[in-house]
């Protein structure tokens, strides 16, 4: 099979953490015959400082011409003070998401066996068992309303819109992924209080009673789901909820896996087409140390296999490499750990390798 990723490694540990993952995309096409082109392009501050914008016209193009689109990460201290429109998150991340039409965010959270003991929860809360999947809108919601500030300063709007196409088609791929998992989709909003927690609720319901009623529908308010994530993450399948939640919750969710580090995440358009990022930022504290996590861009390349390349069995094979490594005691700092980003990424070439003799 015969792709091009577009990849952007952006700022802070992104080249380091990409890097790797390349290696193990670079990988699985050797072993399994494939032919990936890499086609590297400047996103974030690192773009600002080349080209005066964190997203030049030819970094969005050149996503457009790909089958797929690989992120490290944006931001750092050294942007910060840039208007909040030029900024490395919303010039970079937001323009990206909306421009190429990435409404569907992905974000699965599992403890892996064994890294039970890096799950800040009690044992016994860890083996009942965490395997969730955050579906999150992306392009909508309160990241895409408009923001405004009064001009004297004294006071500031940030709006928060849906429409019912926008809900449908998320609740949709939250369905079908459920229907595929363990069948339970928990709806997560605040309606007590939000109009557009309302129209999300009245609109899933809708949408599971005609078309996937088979699948376990329940809804829970955002406060509330905060709390039992904590209390009982078994309880979740999929979770299904907007831009802001989304964010909040899968934030949370990965802690809860021992390390955000480990989180990877795939934004989808509902064509194939997607981009994959790990859920983390661009940790400029450790950005150049070579001690960053490269784990979650890994398992990112693992879901653009499988979810733009319809790759399965060489997605497969990275997750087990991934598990594998660990396995073997392949820890970087963030886990407990000492091994650097390289080895790390080479643990997982190495078990990919190892997994191909099996076979
Ligand atoms: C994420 C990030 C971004 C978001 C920021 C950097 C804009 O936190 O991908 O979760 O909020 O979507
Ligand atoms: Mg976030």
Redesign the pocket.
């Known amino acids: 099979m015969k792709k091009t990723i577009a990849v952007l490694a952006g700022d802070g540990i992104g080249p380091e953490i990409v890097a790797e993952a390349v290696k193990v995309l670079r990988a699985v096409a050797a072993a399994y015959g494939h032919d990936f082109i890499f086609d590297e392009q400047p996103v974030g501050g690192a773009a600002y400082d080349a080209v005066g914008d964190c997203l030049p016209d030819a970094t969005l193009a050149a996503c457009r011409a790909a089958d797929a689109v690989l992120l490290g990460a944006?931001?750092g201290p050294k942007w910060d003070a840039l208007s909040p429109a030029q900024r490395?998150?919303?010039r970079a991340?937001?323009t990206l998401?909306k421009e190429l039409g990435l409404f569907a965010?992905l974000?699965p959270a599992k403890v892996w066996p064994c890294l039970k003991d890096a799950s800040p929860l009690r044992r016994e809360i860890v083996d009942a068992g965490v395997d969730l999947l955050v579906v999150?809108e992306?392009t909508g919601g309160l990241?895409f309303g408009a923001h405004r500030r009064a001009a004297d300063g004294r006071s500031a709007v940030d709006e928060l819109p849906y429409a019912v196409d926008e809900i449908e088609r998320i609740a949709r791929v939250a369905f079908a992924a459920a229907a595929a998992r363990r069948g339970r989709v928990t709806c997560v909003d605040k309606a007590n209080v939000l109009a557009t927690s309302r129209l999300w609720r009245e609109t899933v319901q809708r949408v599971h009673d005609a078309e996937h009623p088979a699948v376990a529908l329940d809804f829970l308010y955002v406060d509330n789901a905060a709390m039992q994530l904590v209390r009982a993450p078994g309880r979740f399948d999929v979770i299904l909820t907007d831009?802001?939640f989304?964010?909040i919750l899968?934030?949370e969710a990965s802690q809860i896996t021992g390390s955000i580090g480990m989180l990877p995440?795939a934004s989808l358009r509902g064509d194939g087409f997607g981009l994959y990022?790990p859920?983390h930022?661009s940790a400029p504290d450790i950005a150049g140390t070579g001690v960053a996590n490269p784990l979650a861009t890994i398992l990112s390349a693992a879901l653009l296999l499988r979810h733009s390349f319809g790759l399965a069995a060489e997605a497969d094979a990275v997750e087990a490499a991934v598990g594998a490594a660990l396995d073997a005691g392949a820890r970087t700092a963030d886990l407990g750990g000492r091994l650097g980003c390289a080895a790390a990424g080479a643990a997982v070439c190495a078990a990919l390798h190892a997994g191909r003799r099996e076979i």
């Open positions: 944006v931001g490395p998150e919303r991340l937001l998401r965010n974000r999150r992306l990241y831009n802001l989304g964010d899968s934030d995440s990022e859920i930022g």
